[in-house]
């Protein structure tokens, strides 16, 4: 399962980075006993200017749709390059 989860983060990962031209991206994650996915995601974005949480959260939710049979639980920081600056 570890090695699925790697590949998993990875894949997740650069879908964010790629779909967001995010500045950042984490991802991480730990398996669960149904078998899927228990993933905690940050993605640093431009796109996110101007835009509210929970449409934030959607266009992520949006991008990964090929990914969530594979995910159990999402939990989803998207934050534009400011707000992450000021969580350091």
Known sequence: ???????LEDDVRNKCLSEFQADHVECRGEGSCT????LELI??????????LLAR????????A????QIHALTIKA????????KK
């Open 57 to 64: 959260h959607r266009k992520v939710n949006a991008a990964l």
């Open 35 to 38: 078998g899927q996915a228990k």
């Open 79 to 86: 934050w534009t390059p400011a707000q992450y600056e000021s």
């Open 1 to 7: 399962l570890s090695e699925a989860m790697s590949t």
């Open 43 to 52: 993605v640093v974005s431009s796109q996110f200017e101007g835009v509210a």
């Open 66 to 69: 090929e990914y969530m049979d």
